[in-house]
T-cell receptor, first 114, second 114 residues
Framework: AQTVTQSQPEMSVQEAETVTLSCTYDTSESDYYLFWYKQPPSRQMILVIRQEAYKQQNATENRFSVNFQKAAKSFSLKISDSQLGDAAMYFC???????????FGTGTRLQVFP | EADIYQTPRYLVIGTGKKITLECSQTMGHDKMYWYQQDPGMELHLIHYSYGVNSTEKGDLSSESTVSRIRTEHFPLTLESARPSHTSQYLC?????????????FGSGTQLSVL
């Protein structure tokens, strides 16, 4: 069975600095997708970034980028120029190419200090 | 504006009551999901639907039931609520892309059963 592990329950960063959130996963499949979702306090969860496993190029979305290491089964999220609005729970998620079900990690709570 | 809505936002009820958590989306998505999330924990899939008259159980066993009579509406019902049902319930729909579909989440219903 596939699993997603986020080993950092909490992280903190100063405004304008860079922070990296870790995620590892376990799978025997070759066709899958990886996601980072952001859940702000009392607000809707939203997709931050996604990566197709068959793509070697790391996905980027403005200040958000990933470091996808397929062989190591690692999928970290880098947030550059951190802003106060980045404070949230961040969930790493995995989806097999054969199913519609997302498997979520336990989340990392990110605090951003002025 | 296209969105996904959940009501109520908060619900406190007594043991044994029947409740229905509402979820509606205006994006025309066929796929819809219900997740259960305990504080600071990962999301667990409890129900999903591929479209009208389609409902499936998720990975986490749940005593709740769902129905999908209309594309836009995916309510979740607990026939007899118990304190163990206390949790946050998140509804989501997907844009059903062929690869790496994006989930759109509602704001959630925080359920407390006394």
């Amino acid at each position: 069975a596939q699993t997603v592990t986020q080993s950092q329950p909490e992280m903190s960063v100063q405004e304008a600095e860079t922070v990296t959130l870790s995620c590892t996963y376990d799978t025997s499949e070759s066709d899958y997708y990886l996601f980072w979702y952001k859940q702000p306090p009392s607000r809707q969860m939203i997709l931050v970034i996604r990566q197709e496993a068959y793509k070697q190029q790391n996905a980027t979305e403005n200040r958000f980028s990933v470091n996808f290491q397929k062989a190591a089964k690692s999928f970290s999220l880098k947030i550059s120029d951190s802003q106060l609005g980045d404070a949230a729970m961040y969930f790493c998620a995995y989806r097999s190419g054969n199913t519609d079900k997302l498997i979520f990690g336990t989340g990392t709570r990110l605090q951003v200090f002025p | 504006e296209a969105d996904i809505y959940q009501t109520p936002r908060y619900l406190v009820i007594g043991t044994g009551k029947k409740i229905t958590l509402e979820c509606s989306q205006t994006m025309g998505h066929d796929k819809m999901y219900w997740y259960q999330q305990d504080p600071g924990m990962e999301l667990h899939l409890i129900h999903y639907s591929y479209g009208v008259n389609s409902t499936e159980k998720g990975d986490l066993s749940s005593e709740s039931t769902v129905s999908r009579i209309r594309t836009e509406h995916f309510p979740l019902t607990l026939e007899s609520a118990r304190p163990s049902h206390t949790s946050q319930y998140l509804c989501a729909s997907s844009d059903d892309r062929a690869y790496g579909e994006k989930l759109f989440f509602g704001s959630g219903t925080q359920l407390s059963v006394l």
